[in-house]
């Protein structure tokens, strides 16, 4: 009888979050006596359908040894890249021992830490026999511009069809490999996995999340991501 495929997460984290203009890395500032990284984290470590999570780290980053989960027994560190599809596949490639080709990963930023468990849990459920993966997204509520020249509106873009595109990314382990060696083979810097698995010629599924799901970019989304937490009752 062959087993089912088993759940991983790659989390990248080697960036430096230029925009929020701090002396750290975003995903180590402080949010509610805690890094944001360790609560983005704890969505995945602590779910009992995850098999193990894999961080993707600067080899020289002085920060995350002094985190909650660097010597967690289910949390892998890999060597971050470049760019964050470097980051991914070297989180991908330290799978590859353990893990099997069929095996589900799911991508997220290290830098969204308000990921609902029943977002979560929707993607394990929803996607676990989808042919391709997915991932979760909300659908563009506001009118939508295409700039021009000199930052003038050229057009207003239907936004019926518009998403925005969020993480968890849950493809195959094999697949997702494949996809991000030929995108950067090709020197394509896809700034998401479903980008890589389109160039595959692959037509990732959208599952609706929250939209309180945010990424923190700028110094003013550390106070709404607390807020947001509060109100998931994450806090003490």
Known sequence: MTAKPAFWAVIPAA????????????????????????????????????????VAVDPADPYWPETRYATHPRVIRAPGGAERCNSVLNGLEALSGQAAEDDWVLVHDAARPCLRRSDLDAMLEGLADDPVGGILAVQVRDTMKRAGAEGRI??????????????????????????????????????????????????????????????????????LARFHLQQQGRLD
Request: glycine share 8%; proline share 5%.
């Open 154 to 223: 050229e057009t207003t873009v239907e936004r019926s069809a518009l998403w925005h595109a969020f993480t968890p990314q849950m493809f195959r382990l094999g697949t997702l490999r494949q996809a991000l060696r030929q995108a950067l083979a090709e020197g394509a810097l896809v700034t998401d996995e479903a980008s890589a698995i389109e160039r595959l010629g692959q037509a990732p599924r959208l599952l609706e999340g929250q939209s309180d799901n945010l990424k923190i970019t700028r110094p003013e989304d550390l106070a």
């Open 15 to 54: 960036g430096v979050g230029r925009r929020m203009g701090s002396a750290i890395p975003k995903q180590y500032l402080d949010l509610a006596d805690r890094t944001v990284i360790e609560h983005t984290l704890e969505c995945f470590v602590e779910h009992p359908a995850i098999a193990g999570v894999v």
